[in-house]
C-alpha cells in the first residue's frame, strides 16, 4: 500500500469543486439505498441496500501545529516572537534606546533555555531550574519594556514609515497577543518550577499561537498524551 502524500491529497481536494463533489456523493448515496424492483436490478448492482440508519462513530485528535508544551519554553516563544516584531519596527526607521541589539535577547534566552534543559541531569536540579528561572524572568522583563516601548512608536508613527496601516496594525496585533498571555505564562512557570503546584489542565497555557488547544489524554502506543482537540466522525 503506497500512502500518498500531504501535497498529493490537496492536489485531489482541488480536482472537483465542492458543489459538485456533494452533487455527486447524493446521487451515489441514492442509489445505494435504492432497493432492486421488478423487473429493475439494484442501481449499483449491491445484493444488498446499504442501511443509511446505521451510523459508525469514531474520534481522534486533530493535532495543533505547535511543540511540545513545556512552561519555560513559552517563555523564549514570547521573547522571540517580540524580539523579531521589535527588529521590524526598527528596520521601519522606528528606534528606542536600547543597551543591546534586539536579536542579543533572544540568543541570552536560549543559552537560558539550554541551561534549564541541561539542569535536569544535576544533583541540584531543582534548585538550579528556580535560578535558571528568576534569570529567564528578569530578561523577559526587559524584552516587555522594550516591545511595549517599540510598541507605542510605532502606534504614533506609523504614517511616517514605509509601513500601510494594515501593515501596522498586524505588528502590533501580534505584540499584544503575547503581551496579553505573558503574565498568565510567567505565573504557570513559577508555580510549577518556584512553587512546586500543579496547574489545572483547563488553566493551562498551552501555545502562545494556538488558542483553541487541549489536552487529550488517549493512551495511545507512542502518543499518550496528544495536544489539539477532539473531532468526532461520523459515517
Known amino acids: 500500500m503506497k500512502v500518498p502524500s500531504k501535497s498529493a491529497l490537496e ?14 456523493h447524493l446521487k451515489l448515496v441514492t442509489r445505494a439505498v435504492t432497493p432492486a424492483s421488478a423487473g429493475a436490478p439494484q ?13 459508525f462513530l469514531d474520534s481522534t485528535c486533530l493535532k495543533a501545529n505547535m511543540h511540545f508544551p513545556v512552561d519555560w519554553v513559552l517563555l523564549r516563544d514570547a521573547t522571540r516572537t517580540l524580539r523579531k516584531a521589535t527588529v521590524l519596527i526598527r528596520r521601519k526607521g522606528l528606534k528606542q534606546r536600547m ?17 534549564m534543559s541541561a539542569s535536569g541531569w544535576r544533583p541540584d536540579a531543582k534548585k538550579q531550574r ?13 524584552v516587555t ?3 511595549q516601548a517599540h510598541r507605542a512608536l510605532l502606534a504614533r508613527h506609523w504614517a511616517e514609515t514605509a509601513l500601510t ?3 501596522a496594525q498586524a505588528i502590533i496585533a501580534r505584540i499584544d497577543n503575547i503581551l496579553a498571555q ?13 512553587g512546586g503546584h500543579p496547574v489545572p489542565n483547563g488553566e493551562k497555557v498551552l ?17 499518550d498524551v496528544e495536544f489539539g482537540n477532539k473531532l468526532w466522525l461520523g459515517e
Request: hydrophobic share 40%; glycine share 4%.
Open 11 to 24: 492536489r485531489y481536494s482541488k480536482w472537483v469543486r465542492e458543489k459538485t463533489m456533494t452533487q455527486i
Open 43 to 55: 442501481p449499483l448492482g449491491l445484493t444488498e441496500v446499504v442501511e443509511t440508519m446505521d451510523v
Open 99 to 115: 543597551p543591546q541589539a534586539p536579536l542579543e535577547f533572544l540568543s541570552d534566552m536560549n543559552k537560558l533555555t539550554m541551561v
Open 130 to 142: 528556580k535560578r535558571v528561572l528568576r534569570q529567564m524572568k528578569a530578561l523577559q522583563n526587559k
Open 145 to 147: 519594556r522594550h516591545a
Open 165 to 167: 496601516e494594515k501593515q
Open 182 to 194: 505573558l503574565p498568565a505564562a510567567i505565573s504557570q512557570a513559577h508555580e510549577r518550577i518556584i
Open 207 to 223: 501555545s502562545l499561537y494556538e488558542a483553541e488547544v487541549e489536552v487529550l489524554k488517549r493512551g495511545k502506543a507512542g502518543a
